[in-house]
């Protein structure tokens, strides 16, 4: 059995696990005052092109969310995510939990545009009978694969500003934005256009870690005091700055992400051949055949993935993962399965 | 320059580096629903003697102390706490931030008895006009290196059941205070004594981790809801269940603790040898030595460590801590150098 | 100027201010501890045919809403609501500022049914990545006007009882409700069919208040606790009191109703008889009549009303309120101008 | 029997009961959109010589209290109070539920000095493991009857904005500090000394009502959202507008206060006569007089009040509240009484 599930089935890239052993027995300074997180934060301030940026390591993505959100908003103001955001769909109310609203909002591709927000600013504007949008939530790339051309993301940026709207990027998938075939975006246009934004490496070669960046030290002051009070401060911080020191001291990040998108790709291009279709347009490491559920269910065998949305009596639409640490020999089974169904 | 400033300044015992690497690359389901988990979960089950057990894998004490409690309190109810209790004075508001009061009690021996306990009750006792007590908040070791007797813990216990009162217990260096001389408590007694504690990792032999435990499954009850919005659940559980794997398939967490505490007996009894008094009775890895200021300074130029209290004018308490890995070479030269002070 | 824009463009029924005079003297006890108080919540424990009921007296709708459903939550729990649930849409995300999720339903009437349960259930089945559903919102009277027929609510009821969910019917119009020509619905049915609920003193007669009845002493237990923690607890009780005394020992609150009811079924009629139509099909105090935009601008030169919605260029929906003081004279005057119109 | 448990027993000054039946039937706006809101805003801003604050009314003093706190601090940030403060004895953690930790200072006579918030200020300054004091939170008259003199208001204020620190005055009793024989201050220095204050009006012939003032009106900002989030906007605004508009056009509300001061100085003097002694030093309209339990008991028999303290095996301190309704005959008999004993 082999699994396309998640992207978080295997531990970490071996340069990370080789470079904790190496440091193991150094004396580091604890919560973060360590030689490798300073050179781990350096390094993606070059990377970045921002060397204002106030960055911070954390443990995952749903904390990242909750702890940068609280961290922005007034007691009643709110967020505005795609209906499909992982926020809203995905993490247990952890933004309400803080106390605010999550607005979400219908999208067909899971990004949100200028026209979205106009809305919503017009839905949320009965001052004080309703919540105050402040902070906009996006994903690059989105729960459903797609991601932001750099045009899009000029265009939102530009609203958010207009509008006084903070622009927070969840890229706990942004490897795999930032190396599809059709991306145009760079890490440094990601840090220009938005106001706060984080990293993932949990889902791309990192055991544990995501890279919260503040584009601007003022957005980022007292943050630790947050990170403290909401338990995100590990101890040992050197844990979470040794990850991204190997992921992108050499470009690592990225070649692994490409990885994951070509893997994707590949089982795209033959289930495409096989005349199938796609429940949204992805060019990323998470793709949405729909297919004969007999299809499904012979490929289940051997495979695992999840089952996303029956399509009708017969089909449904699956998805399928894949990661850095894909075996291509695997998926070449797995095309050779699907074509002799 | 050697630290002795804390238990957290090194990686993680190699038995725990080498398990990451030699099961790395076998696929795993996610969010703990993984082998190590269950296999980590059984051998503490035993170890504790105690096969109810609802076992959790969290990332650290502050984010332990405040998921616990604001999954166990109602919105009016509160916390008793000693004063030096970590969730009171050095975790920036966590708990409240959920919100809910710390009531704080004044002890000399960072312990609470059942007599503090009483004396709050009635305190609190004007419904609806106070916040309602509802849970008992010790850790062992405390704050200052002491530890709970069983006679002390039993009547603890007893108080808090006859009160319908919880008892939770901060176990972040649970080994040091299992293993130090004068102990006779075993994990399998703070299983039945308390409602919920937790097996510190991080302090001891854990590059991250604590396991904590709900004695009754009952209690443990919907808590994976609350580890999610929390932000708690790692997408890679492995690395949290490794430690616990690692460190108790053969005691080694006792081990670790021994020595650790070893250490800081070896420099306590020098340092008594040498005239000098102790702000705590401590009997653990953390040691609170009263020496001249001159003795400091000189120490200082060799040994990290905190001053934590001005005594007098020429004296003041430091806080030294010794580890798992803290070397006996660099004990004994701190030794040498305090005699030829 | 005439205003048809809200129920609470008035003060108070007079007896409730002659009984404020008559009583202003006598030495009371605070915080609800006080004689009015007593008789008050002895009054509608006989009216709701429920000895037992546990009775509170609020002071606004948005209070209720929020102390009710933050009492009764545990952190991961969420509410179910319509879209045009107050809550949801008026509220400046109150529930949400206390933790929970509100999630809203799509309704046409404004009432929620089984099936849109069942299937919230379902879409909110992931544990633990989703909050779990356990309260379910309603209104009656709804914002839109519509009522819940005896039929419809113990359907409701039947469903959450068997899925372990509370029922919770905010009533700040709830003698609208009771009095709307096609009710069949009793005060004794409404406490029967809920866990609690709340009769509006504010839109009805009252000048402030509202009070919550929980059916079962259990579901109230503590509740003293959060209304003094959240600011909702008088000194002077009596005020409160003082209005549903009044109100309800000779059934003033029906009969105040009853008259709002009538008023707006007159202008109803009127607007049928013009051959317009309607947005939703209130038979209470609160009616949205489509009407062309030159005849909302003439009728706008001496009533004041909100245009709720556009229809098309031509027309909008405008919303009409009547209430307890709504004067006769001022009904036939309008019913006047918009004939000659 | 008559009582003088608290200054809270009697309803309102009939001037605002005859004002609210002269006016019940005038339409006016909802949510503090009415006429008299707009006058009495306009009546206090005179009184106290600030054309530029910013009122709110609200409906008693813990929602004041937890609405104002939570308005402005960030979610690390915490409220510094006297141990006796009403936010941190008796409201049944109502800031802490909000997030914030309340942090108490041990005082004599429930007055907060420079020098105790200097002392917090060093006890909080390990940045980023405690909470970061952001607010002083002081009562005048205070909980224990005593009032802060002008210079004593001018350090605290002078020290506050020297370290960044927000002033926030809970004037519950704001009228009897003001009357008090040894006063000095006016509401035109408090409007100038403290950043955000409010006077009561439940305690001092109000039936309901405390009307917040920010005396910026940048700290203003917005504060409407969290009042109606918070619960505390009422529809029927005019409810409060009226008590202040009755209270303040003609100073009403000091004279009532002086009312109250001159009854309790009457009895104080009476029970110095006696040669007892007093627990706290109190000019205004809550006294603490130490007397033999006997005497307690036989004048428990025809006055109610609490006991506050045990102070030996045959004293105890208990606490006599007057009022502006407080009735000067039974001051008398109550003298005489006491002397007859």
């Known amino acids: 059995m082999y699994s396309f599930k998640n992207d978080y089935a295997e531990g970490a890239h071996p340069n990370i696990l080789n470079k904790l052993i190496e440091t193991n027995l150094v004396q580091q300074g604890g919560y973060g005052d360590d030689d490798y997180s300073f ?7 070059q990377k970045m092109n ?85 902070l906009v939530y996006i994903s690059n790339s989105t729960e459903i694969g797609t991601i932001y051309s750099k045009t899009e993301l000029e265009a939102l940026s530009d609203f958010c500003r207009s509008k006084d709207l903070l622009l927070f990027l969840d890229g706990a998938r942004l490897g795999h934005a930032l190396t599809a075939q059709n991306n145009d975006l760079t890490l440094a246009d990601i840090s220009k256009l938005t106001d706060v934004f984080y990293i993932g490496a949990t889902k791309n070669g990192g055991i544990i870690g995501e890279a919260v960046v503040f584009n601007q030290p003022k957005t980022a002051e007292d943050f630790d005091y947050v990170l403290k009070q909401k338990g995100a401060m590990l101890a040992k911080g050197r844990l979470l700055a040794i990850q991204f020191l190997e992921l ?5 990040y990225f070649t692994l992400a490409k990885h994951a998108n070509v893997m994707a790709a590949k089982i795209s291009d033959a289930i495409k051949l096989k005349g199938y279709s796609f429940l949204t347009d992805s060019t ?46 695997k998926v070449n089974e797995f095309i050779t399965a699907l074509k002799e169904i």
């Open 39 to 45: 050179e781990a934060k350096n390094i993606l301030r």
């Open 50 to 134: 921002n060397p204002e940026a106030e960055i911070f390591f954390l443990s995952g993505g749903t904390q990242s969310n909750l702890i940068v959100i609280s961290s922005l908003l007034k007691v009643y103001e709110a967020v505005i995510s795609a209906r499909t955001g992982h926020i809203f769909a995905n993490e247990t109310g952890a933004i309400e939990a803080t106390g605010h609203k999550v607005i979400a909002v219908e999208t067909t591709d899971g990004k949100l545009k200028p026209a979205d927000l106009q809305k919503t600013l017009q839905e949320y504007s009965l001052k004080p009978h309703v919540v105050k949008p402040r």
């Open 248 to 252: 992108f001291k050499d470009d690592l």
């Open 284 to 329: 990323t490491n998470q793709i949405f055949p729909i297919l004969p559920k007999e299809v499904i269910e012979e490929l289940n065998k051997k495979y695992a993935f999840y089952v996303w949305k029956d399509i009708d009596k017969n089909t449904a639409a699956v998805r399928i993962i894949t990661s850095w640490a894909t075996d291509e020999n």
